[in-house]
C-alpha cells in the first residue's frame, strides 16, 4: 500500500496537484505550457465534458472526431512536468481507494505542443519541429533509474566527444528518443531534430540581457553538432521530462512545437498566435487518425 506522504489525495479524491479523479482523463493526452493555451485547443473539440483548474493545472476533456482527448497545461519547466506526468500516471495505473498497483497497466500517450527556439540559422521561423531525441540539462531524469536504449547511447556518446570537450555543463545531461510510432504518425513531414531541454529560459538557453554567461560557447558548440542526419534544431524546457518519464512510466510521448525565435538570426516571429493555432490544428487532425 502506498502512504498517504507519497500519494496524496484531496478529500473528494482527486489526485493532489491536478485535482483530477481517473473518470476525468482520456488516455490520449496532449500537454501544453501556457495554460490559456488549453482553451486554443479545446475550441476545436466537438464537445468539453470536464474543465478543471488548479494553479497553474488547467485540464479540459473532450471529443475531437469522436477521438477523446485529454488537453493539459503543465506551467513551465521539468519540476512541473514530475508533477503532471506521474500524477497522471497515478491516475490510471494505481488504484486510488486500495491505494496499490494494478495489475493490468495502462499506457498513455502524450502529444506536446509547445514553441520553441531555433538553434540553426537556416530553420525559418513558424516552422514545425519534432523532436527526435530530447537531451535534459536540466537534472530531474538524474533522480530516476533510467537506462539508455543503444541508439540513445550512440547519441550520448557523439554529443559528449563533439560538445563535451569544449564545453563546461553545470550539470550532466541526458538523453531520451522518441517514440517511433508516434514520431511517424504525429511528426510526418516536420522537421526531425534534436531538442535541448534547459532548466531555465534565459542563461541556460544563451540569453543575456544583464546578468552574463558563464560559458559563452554554448549555443555555438550545440549549433555545430551533428548526429547520423540530425542536429540540434531547438531549445525549450519540458521535453526531455516528458520522454524521460513516459519511458519509465511504459507511457508514449511525442513533442511537435512550432520555431517562434530564431537564435542564430535574433530574430522573432510576426504571427506567433496564429504559427501556434496552425500547429495546434495540424495536431489534432493527426491525433483523429491514430489507433
Known amino acids: ?45 466537438d464537445e468539453v465534458e470536464v474543465k478543471i483548474a488548479k494553479r497553474e493545472f488547467v485540464t479540459h476533456t473532450g471529443t475531437y472526431r469522436r477521438k477523446r482527448l485529454t488537453v493539459l497545461s503543465t506551467g513551465i519547466g521539468t519540476d512541473n512536468i514530475d508533477i503532471v506526468l506521474n500524477e497522471l500516471d497515478a491516475l490510471v495505473n494505481i488504484d486510488l481507494e486500495t491505494r496499490t498497483v494494478k495489475p493490468n ?23 514545425f519541429v519534432v523532436s527526435t531525441f530530447a537531451i535534459g540539462m536540466d537534472g530531474l531524469m538524474h533522480f530516476y533509474p533510467m537506462d539508455n536504449n543503444a541508439d540513445e547511447y550512440m547519441f550520448q556518446h557523439e554529443f559528449m566527444e563533439q560538445i563535451g570537450r569544449g564545453v563546461q555543463f553545470p550539470i550532466r545531461p541526458y538523453f ?80 511537435c512545437s512550432v520555431v517562434l525565435a530564431n537564435r542564430a538570426e535574433n530574430t522573432f516571429s510576426e504571427q506567433p498566435a496564429e504559427s501556434v493555432d496552425r500547429l495546434i490544428r495540424t495536431v489534432l487532425d493527426r491525433i483523429a487518425s491514430l489507433e
Do not use: C, W
Not at 497497466?105 to 516552422?127: H, K, N, V
Not at 531541454?197 to 558563464?214: D, E, H, K, V, W
Not at 554554448?218 to 534544431?233: E, G, N, S, V
Open 176 to 255: 531520451v528518443k522518441a517514440d517511433r510510432e508516434l514520431l511517424q504518425q504525429v511528426g510526418q513531414g516536420m522537421l526531425q531534430g534534436a531538442t535541448l531541454t534547459n532548466t531555465g529560459f534565459y542563461a541556460p538557453q544563451g540569453r543575456s540581457i544583464r546578468a552574463g554567461l558563464a560559458e559563452q560557447n554554448l549555443l555555438a558548440a550545440f549549433q555545430k553538432f551533428r548526429y547520423r542526419d540530425l542536429q540540434i534544431t531547438n531549445l525549450e524546457m519540458e521535453t526531455a521530462g516528458i520522454y524521460g518519464l513516459a519511458k519509465i512510466l511504459g507511457h508514449r510521448a511525442i513533442s
Open 105 to 127: 497497466l495502462t499506457s498513455l500517450q502524450f502529444i506536446r505542443i509547445g514553441t520553441t527556439g531555433g538553434l540553426q540559422a537556416e530553420i525559418p521561423l513558424d516552422t
Open 1 to 45: 500500500m502506498i502512504p498517504d506522504s507519497e500519494l496524496i489525495l484531496n478529500p473528494d479524491g482527486s489526485i493532489y496537484h491536478l485535482h483530477l479523479r481517473p473518470e476525468h482523463l482520456a488516455n490520449t493526452i496532449i500537454t501544453v505550457g501556457d495554460p490559456d493555451r488549453v482553451a486554443k485547443v479545446s475550441q476545436y473539440f
